[in-house]
């Protein structure tokens, strides 16, 4: 019984990890959701067993194989195969995290060994949010999505500030336990335990007292007002997008469009990949979808759209400059880069084109492809135009008739805070969503979506207007609170005012900078015991 008890504190954490991710609304258990694996390691590395560390590994390999199971199994409904290849990638990724956490906790003393753990799973998402293979639904600090006025104060940290937060609080909530555990003498233990639950009240208590504070600070937004309309078309993504008529899809957005647009309206945003046929670029003016847009805005003057299109660039097989994503054309000495674009038209006939940065690993981009090229097969299906697309390298700004600026984030890109800051330092007064997420059905994931970009407001105090084609469309206030929003496989529209303004948050600013920390304490952490392992190694020898 006692060589499973560590294994059932483990399974305990990830059921835990589970029930306080959005949206169960049990977002108060992240406090303690670590205990019992921290808990789990303790014992494990007390017993002094042979294969301790392979018993560690498995121990943290239940916990994160349940949170990543329970929590984003949805991804298998675009690629069973390829869900369970990204829910298990997570998971071996938090696990080893974990288990150089214990082999420290090993070598040195627990009150370097503890803090260290936080360096370690700081630094762990700061290269998940910013390598090839990035998959971070499960930063922690996303956590607190659907609680947004706990954590207003991510305008300073962003959702690191957020991860670091659950870690501190569950660190001291698994001492006041052990303290409780420990057969020490019973003055000794009040004085300890009372010190501890102070402790853990003030962690708690002064993050969300600040938290409060800014959200009544910011309960009128600041800018000028300006109104927008956003379009949800419903269009089955499996059955009817990319199989039906282009036309008759736009028809039916701008049908929606036209029971509410007026003479004030500033901005129509359709969804992702809204016109679903392919388009070269250089002939983008001349397509149908296009002319008919022009058409429409005839009526409407001042009036913009804003929307999602797959475009292609042609290149000559000789241009030396061609990017490493361009394929080759069959039957033809071209070659040709694919985008996820989002596309800006002025009444004025004027177009503007960006190209979606923050790719999808194994739908968009394969990560890579030197050593992974052969998961191609085993490819997410999340939406849009799919296979290893081009990208650019700018935070292009949209620039309306009226000259406000507007970042046209895409899908992917709106759960990343510090590339989407490239857009507020590139001036834009507000954030536009677009995506597509009907591939995953009616479950957790287009809501935690959802939610996720409630933090961006906060991030950068920014208004976001959101347009999914079949998820749930919003438009979110600077404090993240959802102001209006559709129902989920609904066609809708939504007509509102966003607020624009040229605030820079210190988030902005400095983007994560947790992560930057956590990462330069965790290579002198690494660099410090290994050269500590030499010296000891050295005196050793030198004693024979």
Sequence with gaps: MKKIIPFLLSLLSGVLLWLSWPTSGWSVLLFIAWVPLLTAEEILRKQVVKKTTAYIFASAFICFLIWNTL???????????????????NTILMSLVFLVYHGVNKKVNSTIAYPALIAFWLAFEYLHLNWEISWPWLTLGNAFAEKHSWVQWYQYTGVLGGSAWILIVNLLAFFLLRSIRNNLLWKLKQL????????????????????????????????????????????????????????????KLLQLVSTVIDSNTSLIIGPETALANGMW??????????????????????????????????????????????????????????????????????????????????????????????????????????????RQLERTVFKLYNGTLVAPAICYESIYGEFLSGFINNKAGFISIITNDGWWGNTEGHRQHL????????????????????????????????????????????????????????????????????????????????????LKRKHNQSKI
């Design 281 to 390: 670029e250089e002939e983008i003016p001349l397509n149908e979808n296009i002319i008919v847009l022009k058409k429409y805005l005839l009526s409407y003057p001042n009036c913009n759209v804003l929307l999602g299109l797959s475009s292609f660039k042609a290149y000559e097989a000789a241009d030396a400059n061609k990017p490493i994503t361009a394929r080759k054309l069959k039957n033809a000495n071209i070659y040709f880069d694919a985008f996820n674009t989002a596309l800006l038209l002025q009444p004025n006939g004027s177009l503007q084109l960006y190209h979606k940065s923050k790719l999808v690993p194994g739908v968009e981009q394969m990560p890579y492809p030197k050593i992974f090229g052969f998961l191609e097969a085993l490819a997410l299906d999340l939406g849009g135009t799919s296979g290893s697309l081009g």
């Design 451 to 534: 939610c996720y970009a409630k933090l961006r407001a906060i991030e950068f105090r920014k208004s976001i207007a959101r347009s999914a084609n079949t998820g749930i469309s919003a438009i979110i206030n600077q404090r993240g609170d959802i102001e209006q929003q559709t129902y989920y496989w609904q066609a809708d529209v939504i007509k509102g005012k966003v607020f624009v303004n040229d605030n820079i948050t210190f988030y902005a600013k400095h983007g994560d900078f947790l992560g930057w920390i956590a990462c330069y304490l965790t290579a002198i952490i690494m660099v410090s015991l290994i050269v500590k392992g030499f």
């Design 71 to 89: 929590t984003t199994w949805w991804v298998c409904n675009s690629s069973t195969v390829g869900g369970i290849v990204a829910i298990g990638i």
């Design 192 to 251: 300890n335990i009372s010190m501890l639950l102070l402790a853990i009240f003030l962690a708690c208590a002064l993050p969300m007292f600040l938290s409060y504070h800014l959200y009544k600070l910011h309960a009128i937004d600041k800018g000028d007002p300006l109104e927008v309309i956003v379009a949800q078309p419903n269009i089955d993504p499996y059955n009817e997008k990319f199989s039906g008529n282009s036309i008759d899809q736009l028809a």
